[in-house]
């Protein structure tokens, strides 16, 4: 079994939509969680960290659910630039960042 | 503020030949780490360095190899090179090792790598 599961997609929504992604692990004893977004080509860029009460910023919500291993990120009001890959990442309190494949996303108009 | 830098953006090498790539952490940055990206995957943790040591070492074989200098910069070697190596390659860096567990990574632009 991989450490991070991700779907991967690709999700293709229409603009205003709203879209989750899951991700689970299987290292129960990781304490913190990232989800990074990634261009076409580029390099992932940290879009969120994933804390126990959970975490939202503006259009994006991540949670964190211990007893099922699992995180998951919400997308609301979705933009055509929100179409990238969405990254979920295991940090196993090493600085050592476990990815998962990542879940594409493409919002059209 | 500059961000991480990477050098070369592009490469081309054949099988058994050999490569470094380079980085150039945040400036402040004191750790950096090495991962390698295949088409379609996630990234894959190769080595963490910090004040100049090996912190950390993934799942690769012993023809990649790593070292980090006084000035935090970095060099990622590859000998016996395989198509099989043929990726993104990317350095992020943090500001310390380990001691906060969300010690956030920056990644630069990435080596890619090609070999034929």
């Known amino acids: 079994r991989k450490e991070v599961e991700q779907d991967p997609g690709p999700f293709n929504v229409p603009e205003g939509a709203t879209v989750a992604f899951n991700c689970t692990y299987s290292?129960?004893?990781?304490?913190?969680f990232f989800w990074y977004r990634q261009d076409c080509r580029k390099e992932p860029k940290l879009l969120m960290s994933?804390?126990?009460s959970g975490n939202e910023d503006g259009r994006f919500t991540a949670q964190l659910n211990r007893a099922s291993q699992y995180i998951s990120l919400l997308i609301r009001d979705s933009k055509l630039s929100d179409s990238a890959t969405y990254l979920c990442?295991?940090?196993?309190?090493?600085?050592?960042?476990?990815f998962g494949t990542g879940t594409r996303l493409q919002v059209f108009p | 503020d500059a961000g991480v830098t990477q050098s070369p953006t592009h490469l081309i090498k054949t099988r058994g030949q050999h490569v470094t790539l380079r980085c150039s952490p945040i400036?402040?940055?004191?750790?950096v780490s090495w991962y390698q990206q295949v088409l379609g995957q996630g990234p894959q943790f190769i080595f963490q360095?910090?004040?100049?040591?090996?912190?950390g070492r993934g799942n690769f074989p012993d023809r990649f190899s790593a070292r980090q200098f006084p000035n935090y910069s970095s060099e990622l070697n590859v000998n016996a090179l395989l198509l099989g190596d043929s990726a993104l390659y990317l350095c992020?860096?943090?500001?310390?090792?380990?001691?906060?567990?969300?010690?956030?990574?920056?990644f630069g632009p990435g080596t890619r790598l090609l070999v034929l």
């Open positions: 994933v804390y126990s």
């Open positions: 360095y910090y004040e100049k040591e090996e912190r």
């Open positions: 992020a860096s943090s500001l310390e090792y380990g001691w906060r567990v969300q010690e956030t990574q920056y």
């Open positions: 990442v295991e940090n196993l309190n090493t600085d050592k960042l476990i």
């Open positions: 290292n129960s004893a990781s304490q913190s």
């Open positions: 400036s402040g940055h004191k750790s």
